[in-house]
């Protein structure tokens, strides 16, 4: 990292009623999903799968149905399998075919898999989100493309931005998609009594938030603790509802309990290289128990700007937006960012 949520037809009623939810009961998705609250609803979330990959596929059909998104948004495009990078050109046949089969009520984007993770030099969260466009890259140590929905009150990023915000459902299988998409669920108006951690580290290169930590605090309004920590990672704490740090790979994780709606990265270069080796992966987080995470693709120098802001991040999920938005808005210059997590988590939804 360079530094910088009758009686007798009475009867009749209810037995027929019951018989059609005895043979619905495998099918019908979870209360919680219909109502999730005052921000993005599934109405509002398209799903993208790739059609040459069962995984993304089976995660598709997983999420489609746990979260009661209608099949007119789903849409299934070919990247072909085991592609960590996709050209610009191959992206923009897809981002065409998306767009043009999308209805226009959908405002953000469920990504169903885990490679590929960009685009030429983006994210691919952030190329599906805006267009692969050439200013959110970087040459070197500069400033990117600044998102309009940063630290805004957009409820129609679409329509108003022309942009859907684009989160990956990231899993190395079936079962994990399927685990991080319940703590999605269980998360909903959940309204958890957690604390969100904030690391001050001792790696100066990667230390760039601790400045805006107290911010931090002051967003929470009492609503949630918020305990800054000198100190490189955490060990045996169970009430996790945000973990921020920076550092290139954080131990312990799995020693921390994260609650269902958690939020979890770190400031390092490399975390959106979902499979590198030389620092820590970003899908290590959800691995962990964390619902959503993020992490940079391509080396990104220590600008602030482009990783989660915790304060603004705060503000947005404890005033019932979705873990999507949320996150979204807390990223001034997300186009080398990776967004990965279950994206209509809300545990404040209805909380207001």
Known sequence: MTPVSGVARMTLVLVVLAAGLARAASADPPQSALDPGPGLHPADIGIVANVVEPLSLAIADYY???RGIPARNVVRVNLGRNVDVLSAGDFARVKALVDR???????ALALTWTRPYRVDCMSITSAF???FDLRACADGCQPTLPSPYYDSASRRPWQEFGMRPAMSIAARDLPQAKA?????????RSAPRGTAYLLDTADSARNARASGYSLARRAAGG????????????EDRRDVLLYETGVANVPKLTTNRFLS???????????????????MSSLRWLEAGATGSYGTVLEPCAFTGKFPNPGILLKHYLAGET???????SVAMPGQGLFIGEPLANPYGGMR
């Open 64 to 66: 489609q149905w746990r």
């Open 101 to 107: 089969e999308l209805p226009s009520s959908v405002q």
């Open 129 to 131: 989100a805006f267009g």
């Open 180 to 188: 991080l998409i319940e703590r999605g669920l269980r998360a909903d």
């Open 223 to 234: 609503r949630l603790q918020v305990e800054i920590v000198k100190g490189d990672y955490l």
């Open 261 to 279: 709606g958690a939020i979890a990265d770190h400031l390092t270069s490399f975390g959106g290289q979902l499979f590198g080796k030389s620092q």
């Open 323 to 329: 873990l999507i938005e949320s996150y979204w808005k």
